[in-house]
Structure formats: C-alpha cells, structure tokens
C-alpha cells in the first residue's frame, strides 16, 4: 500500500523530533561529563596549588626561625662581650685601688651585667692578688644615664676614685694628645721646653 504525502511528512517529522531528542540528551550528557571533568580539573589544580602555599609558607617558616636562632646567637655572643668587658674594666680597676672593700657604681641599666661581671672578676682578683676583697654595688648613686658606659670604683670611704667610663678615657686620650693637638693647631713653640 502506497503511503500518501501526508504520512511522509509524518514520518519524517518524527524521525526528526527522534533525531533531535537523541541530539539534545547527547548535548546534555556531555555538559555533565564537562562539568564533571572541569570540578575534578579544577579541585586537582586547587590542591596542588594549595601544597605550594603550604610548601612556600614552610620554607618561609623554616627561614624565619633561622634567622631568629642566628639572631639570638648574635645577641647572645654581644651580650658574653660586654659582660667580658665590663669585668675586665672592675679587674682593671680593682688592681688599681687595691683595697679590701671596693665600692663600685654603674648606670642603672647596666646593673644586672655589672653583678655578674663582679662575681666573675673576684675570684680572678684574689687568685692573682692573693688578697680578699668585698665589692659593694651602690644601688642609692647611679652614673648618669646618658652616659656611654663603663663603672666608676671608689675605696670604702670614697676619697679614691678610679672612672673607668668611656668618657673619662676620652678625656684622658685628650690631655694626651692636647701637645700634638696644639702644635697643628698653633705650630711649635720655640720657647717650649716641655711637651705634656
């Protein structure tokens, strides 16, 4: 039986509509498989860039407590210094007065290095003198504080005194080199038999 016009329209327009859902679910399952693939893509690329934060931050971490060991290694190192300096300055002076009781003053900010200073120096004093000495850190008469450092020491009554600040050494270097000072300063003086 011969199909009319009418049906073969019919049946091609269903054939189409066929064609077109097929097309439409294809399209739609390889939205899905792209959008599955771009999320797994994306959370791939999310955690490896996360790592690098994490690995970059580490490393950075690891530098940082580097830098502060080598940092209070310094400060440690500057620190044994001045205490090594200032108990050869109270020896220095110690040696000077030669007395049994030995007052010495500071800065007050310098205190707690000057008491550990004291406690090294003494039993180095009595092993080369031979002698005993009691050392007193006046806490009631501090040296200014706008000083540069160092200690004065005073004999138990105070009438000698031995500064061994960086000023009083500045000043003693001056009145040394005041002669040279005043011949480039003034030229040589004949008449001058004496240079100090």
Known sequence: ?????????????????????????????????????????????VQTQRLKIMEYYEKKEKQIEQQKKIQMSNLMNQARLKVLKARDDLIAGFYQLLEPRIVVRC?????????TAVQKSIPIYKNATKRDVDVHIDQDNFLPEDIAGGVEIYNSDGKIKVSNTLESRLDLVAQQMMPEIRVALFGANANRKFLD
């Open 107 to 115: 800065r007050k900010q310098d205190l707690p290095m000057v008491q």
């Open 1 to 45: 039986m011969a199909l009319s016009d009418a049906d073969v329209q019919k049946q091609i327009k269903h054939m189409m509509a066929f064609i077109e859902q097929e097309a439409n679910e294809k399209a739609e399952e390889i939205d899905a498989k792209a959008e599955e693939e771009f999320n797994i893509e994306k959370g791939r690329l």
